[in-house]
């Protein structure tokens, strides 16, 4: 199968004082697949992709991505990348309305001398592009200058997603996207991710404790343990069993398991 | 490297990069800094300076009636600080102790001017400090609202209803029997002296010991934490300010019959410098959760020392100021780097 | 049940308002009562002799009030009015340097301290409260040391400045009226105005959705310590002089006034039109009314006080049912 790589990691490493949180992640995204990245707590995963979203800055290792290395120091050179993160319900200001969260940190100014200058903001641009992108993510909202604390979990969810879906990124990262939601707006989240990966062809790495929403939704499953990619599953070999004994902790099987598949994989030369 | 740089099982080697100031820099060179002799001796270089100071310029410095004689110096300040330390360890600040101790001063002062018994005025000073202490309690632990605009508007009314009282001139006439009994001595050592060691020690004891003590620096650490294992936080939080304003009504008492009259000076603006800076040079942290009474009264010392040093040589009231201003920015700001 | 829900919620939402809008009904009941006590209160001079006394003040409070929306606070800024317009007035006064040249080196001064504070908050990583308070007693220490603890007097130009009126109105309200509009229109038509508020709202989580808080927040020192400058030559051309006790509760009283405008201590919440310009007509009408029904200029910290807390339990009560709000 000839599928191009967006996203690859050599031998990331990233530790804190003395504490290895990311210790040597090779990792391969390819485009228009979803994965999973599983573990325990303090496994790595939040370190993972805070690096990769640029929050924090690489100790050693490269990063690819469409095959050309890139350098990701901050948010901004992340984003250049089309590298977009949609956080927990967090991932969002209250007090602020939808336009305004939308373009955070990325607001159009005016095109004449105003705006050039002074930076003053297109208001008008801002509303009518957040208009857009709730459309894009299937949200009705009648009053868009309601600040977003007064909606819905699901519709805040909705809206993070939305910003990342509309700033172009071609690598979605999702950081417990049903964490704190109802069943309901769970299975809405669900749908929405399904949706945007099959409509804009983004290629998404879920972060998630919730092995079942992990089944339901992605086609490789990634288990990080002690900082270190302990195993690389699609879907269809695997089990949840399996991946919650890999979470916590090798078994025999699991290691004969992982020999003969990697034997298998090296014959159909993928 | 040495062995005794590791904490908690983990090594830190030579490639590691800590970010001090927005730049990368080695944590090892960073440590050695922050760890090296003089950094981290320094407020006890700084102390011993002084000392020694002192101990050249002012003779017989190092003899028991001149320590007596701090002490005795210290105590107001000593008591306030630790009414302080109390309220900074569970996470608040109290910036009205210095102003209620003012007006329930001059309210004192007033009352035995009029004839009133010395004894029922020690009593209200206590009372109107203690009544100060529960409404700001009350307003931060259950209105939650924040410590620092409710004293910081309390402070600015009790000093307003001070000046209104004096009209800004000390009431005199205080009844000798009030500034005698205060200034009592046992054995040739002030009362006020061996309340001081002997409230100290108790405080200390108790915070590090005893069930409030507990719940008061876990509370100071993370008040929700606390509130799910069940500590009853609000009563907490309104009890440390209450006890603050006890230890201001203590301190009143101590400085109305130190001074001889009744003045609202004496919860002026700079009062609030020198107890903050006493709490914060003994070691308690603005952020709640650290410190201890001890620390509180040692600092308390220390400001103490550096004032008379400054008045040694002269200086000005107002380089004063900005010497005590600057050294409470420096500590907390050397703490807040050391932590790193 | 749903009906309970619908009814709780409605009760809810009244009470919002109500704690919201506080500061308004407020002012409207003051102002009647203050017209019914003291019979000049309601007349046109009278008015602008609020908006008049009452200007320093308010543009001092302008730059306090952006460091507040971003959750920290400046108590250092009447300490800063006082040693900048000193620094200006002892070059005025004792080296002869002309106004137009003295005046911006205050506003100069200013910004230099601002960056100071935001310094010490933003590299040195100090809590603002402790950075802010040693500055208030340090700054205040180098202007007494400076100006020897003695009046000095402002040169005429600067005197005439303060009582200067276009027709009927002070030169200082209109300038006053003009800074508050372009600030407001900054606040809510720039980036930066919007990143303040997020910072307020939280300071992490703008940071990881790309907002440069360490920058920001130095900024808004940096115009705290611009306004509260440009706040101390207003007074000091009203008063015509620079006196020792310059700028003592400077900060509280521009607490008030922020606080009664309904920006919120806790920051990211408020605005400068109607919020802050509101605050300041309240507050200049309680110290107005009081002054015209004979009150002791003793009472007014204690009046002041009483506001500030009231002010401070509705932002509080707002907080908590924001939180209910949230639950639901």
């Known amino acids: 199968m000839d599928r191009k790589i967006i996203l690859e990691t050599k031998n990331l490493k990233k530790y804190f004082g003395g504490i290895k949180a990311v210790d040597g992640i090779f990792l391969k995204l390819y485009e228009g697949e979803i994965i999973a990245i599983v573990g325990d707590n303090g496994a790595g995963k939040s370190t993972l992709i805070k690096i990769i979203s640029g929050i924090y800055e690489k100790d050693s290792g490269e990063i690819f991505i469409n095959g050309e290395k890139v350098d990701i120091t901050d948010v901004r050179s992340a984003r250049r990348n089309g590298i977009e993160t949609v956080y927990q319900s967090e991932g969002i200001l209250d007090r602020l309305d939808a336009p305004a969260n939308l373009f955070l940190s990325r607001e159009k100014a005016l095109n004449n001398l105003l705006g050039k200058f002074f930076k003053i903001m297109d208001t008008r641009y801002m509303k009518k592009e957040t208009g857009k992108m709730l459309e894009m993510v299937g949200i009705k909202l009648k009053d868009l200058s309601s600040k977003v604390g007064n909606l819905s979990g699901g519709q805040r969810q909705s809206i993070t997603v939305g910003r990342a879906v509309y700033w172009g990124g071609r690598i979605l990262i999702f950081d417990e996207p049903t964490n704190n939601l109802g069943l309901e707006q769970q299975r809405r989240v669900i749908g929405l991710i399904k949706r945007i990966r099959n409509e804009y062809k983004l290629s998404i790495i879920i972060i998630t404790h919730n092995i079942a929403h992990v089944f339901e939704l992605v086609d490789r499953i990634i288990v990080l343990r002690n900082g270190k990619v302990i195993g690389d599953r699609i879907k269809s070999e695997t089990n949840p069993n399996e991946i919650v004994s890999m979470i916590t902790g090798w078994t025999e099987s699991l290691r004969n398991t992982n020999r003969k598949i990697y034997k298998r994989r090296k014959n159909e030369n993928i | 490297m040495r062995k005794k740089k590791c904490l908690a099982n983990v090594s830190i080697t030579k490639n590691d990069k800590v970010k001090v100031f927005g730049q990368a820099r080695n944590p090892i060179v960073t440590r050695y800094v922050a760890e090296m002799r003089v950094v981290r001796y320094l407020p006890f270089i700084v102390v011993i300076a002084i000392l020694i100071i002192l101990g050249l310029s002012v003779p017989h410095f190092f003899t028991i009636s001149n320590i007596i004689n701090i002490l005795t110096q210290t105590s107001a300040l000593g008591l306030m600080a630790i009414g302080l330390s109390v309220v900074l360890i569970g996470g608040g600040i109290d910036l009205s102790i210095p102003s209620i101790m003012g007006l329930s001063g001059v309210l004192g002062a007033i009352f035995m001017k009029n004839g009133g018994n010395p004894v029922l005025a020690g009593l209200i000073m206590l009372a109107v400090c203690t009544l100060s202490g529960c409404a700001n309690g009350f307003a931060v632990g259950y209105l939650k609202m924040i410590p620092f605009v409710v004293t910081f508007s309390t402070m600015t009314i009790y000093m307003g209803v001070s000046l209104w009282l004096t009209k800004a001139v000390s009431v005199g006439g205080l009844p000798r029997v009030f500034i005698d009994t205060v200034l009592t001595k046992i054995w040739g050592v002030p009362v006020i002296v061996i309340a001081l060691i002997f409230i100290t020690a108790v405080a200390t004891l108790l915070m590090h010991n005893s069930l409030y003590g507990r719940w008061l620096y876990a509370v100071g650490m993370n008040v929700e934490v606390s509130r799910v294992s069940g500590i009853p936080v609000e009563r907490v939080i309104f009890s440390t300010y209450v006890i603050s304003g006890v230890f201001a009504g203590l301190a009143a008492i101590i400085t109305t019959a130190r001074l001889g009259t009744g003045a609202a000076t004496i919860g002026r603006e700079v009062v609030v410098l020198d107890v903050v800076s006493s709490a914060v040079v003994g070691g308690v942290s603005i952020y709640g959760g650290v410190g201890s009474a001890l620390g509180a009264v040692i600092g308390a010392i220390t400001i103490n020392l550096i004032s008379n040093v400054m008045n040694l040589m002269h200086v000005s009231y107002y380089i004063t100021l900005v010497t005590k201003g600057f050294i409470i920015i420096a500590v907390v700001a050397l703490s807040a780097f050391r932590k790193k | ?328």
């Open chain 3, 1 to 328: 049940m749903e009906m309970k829900i619908m009814r709780k919620k409605q009760y809810l939402d009244v009470l919002y308002f109500i704690v919201s809008q506080g500061f308004v009904i407020a002012m409207v009941l003051l102002f009647i009562v203050f017209s019914i006590i003291a019979r000049n209160f309601l007349t046109l001079a009278n008015m602008i002799r609020i908006l008049h006394t009452i200007a320093p003040l308010l543009i001092l409070a302008t730059g306090l009030a952006l460091v507040i929306m971003t959750g920290n606070i400046d108590i250092s800024v009447g300490s800063i009015a006082f040693l900048s317009s000193g620094i200006g007035i002892v070059l005025m006064a004792h080296y002869n340097i002309p106004s137009y040249v003295a005046v911006p080196l205050i506003v100069v001064v200013g910004l230099i301290l601002g960056a100071l504070n935001g310094f010490l908050v933003v590299v040195l990583k100090v809590n603002p409260l402790i950075v802010t308070l040693g500055m208030m007693f340090m700054l205040r220490g180098v202007a007494l040391q400076l100006t020897n603890s003695m009046v000095i007097s402002a040169p005429k130009e600067l005197q005439r400045l303060g009582y200067a009126k276009i027709g009927t109105i002070f030169i200082d309200v209109i300038i006053v009226v003009i800074i508050l509009f372009l600030v407001h229109f900054f606040h809510i038509r720039t980036p930066f105005g919007r990143h303040i508020m997020a910072i307020g709202n939280g300071a992490n989580i703008a940071g990881w959705l790309g907002v440069k808080v360490p920058k920001i927040i130095f900024l808004a020192f940096v115009i705290s310590g611009f306004f509260a400058s440009l706040g101390g030559i207003f007074v000091m051309s009203q008063v015509g002089a620079v006196t020792p006790t310059m700028g003592q509760g400077y900060e509280f009283s521009a607490i008030a006034l922020i606080v009664i405008g309904g920006i919120s201590l806790f920051g990211g919440e408020g605005s400068i039109i109607p919020g802050l310009l509101l605050g300041g007509v309240t507050l200049g009408v309680i110290e107005n009314g009081l002054n015209m029904v004979g009150a002791s200029p003793y009472t007014y910290p204690f009046v002041k006080g009483g506001v500030i807390f009231i002010a401070m339990y509705a932002d509080s009560i707002k907080r908590v049912l924001r939180n209910i709000r949230l639950k639901e």
